[in-house]
């Protein structure tokens, strides 16, 4: 799928108190200059750029991803797995209509956190990654999203997320057939033909979540071996995530991609 624009929104100043799992509190100086950057990576990708407001009610309002699925047709809102996240989706819906993109369904059966789908071309693979210490996604949730996607003509596969936030926080499609991942998740994504499946090495797991723009790939600096691992594959951007991975947040979350 070729992109055009991203929608970002940049972290409000109640950052530092969003959800996070990490120890370490952010930099909100710094994270506001990371997501400056990461918006330059995007522009440098070949995209237009949609600056969202800001909202100091929503903490976690920068990780866009969790609120909507955009695909081809259309886009899919998403229902997040917390409370605190859920007021997120309506100012991502106004906008999305704004913008005259249709809406082809909203999760309203069970829970969805955006982060649980990676999409593989026009082959979705959703995680249910809620558990005792993740209330995220939730089967209910799953099978609603498989119903709009198979609506739409869309394939899609399911994979369980046993000790990461979401499952693109633990993987992510990087072009050419190829899904980097972190080894658990790997006997899942092998299951399905045609793609080839590569492990994030030992110590880098965060950076199995890259973004793929068209013939660019964002990944996070400071993992050297994924990154000779994936370069022949695009042209590489790093960008700094430092502040972002303190949250629980990755590459893919600061960002919806409209074709
Ligand atoms: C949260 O816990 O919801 C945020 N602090 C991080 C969300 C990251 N989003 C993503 O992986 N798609």
Request: some cysteine; charged content about 25%; proline content about 5%.
């Amino acid at each position: 799928m070729k992109y055009k624009f991203a929608l970002v929104r940049p972290p409000p100043s109640t950052f530092s108190k969003g959800l996070t799992t990490e120890e370490g509190n952010p930099d909100y100086e710094l994270a506001k200059e990371q997501h400056r950057a990461y918006c330059e990576g995007l522009r440098k990708a070949g995209l237009g750029r949609i600056r969202l407001s800001k909202d100091e009610d929503f903490p976690d309002s920068c990780f866009i991803e969790d609120t909507a699925i955009i695909t081809n047709k259309g886009v899919i809102l998403t229902n997040p797995g917390t409370f605190s996240r859920r007021g997120e989706v309506n100012f991502v819906e106004n906008i999305i209509s704004a913008l005259g993109i249709p809406i082809l369904g909203k999760i309203s059966e069970g829970y969805l956190d955006g982060g649980d789908v990676v999409k593989a071309d026009n082959h979705y693979f959703i995680g249910y990654s809620c558990r005792n210490d993740n209330i995220r996604t939730t089967i209910r949730g799953v099978k609603q999203l498989e119903k709009i996607l198979n609506q739409q003509g869309y394939t899609s596969s399911r994979i369980p997320v046993k000790s990461v936030l979401h499952l693109s926080t633990g993987s992510s499609y990087v072009g050419k057939n190829i899904i980097l991942t972190i080894p658990e998740n790997a006997v899942f994504y092998r299951k399905h033909n045609g793609l080839k499946v590569i492990e994030t090495p030992e110590g880098e797991e965060y950076a199995a979540n890259m973004r793929l723009i068209n013939n660019h790939l964002l990944m996070p600096i400071g993992y050297p071996k994924t990154k000779k691992i994936v370069q022949s594959l695009a042209n590489i951007i790093q960008i700094s995530m430092s502040e972002f991975k303190k949250q629980d947040g990755s590459m893919t979350c600061l960002s919806l991609l409209v074709p």
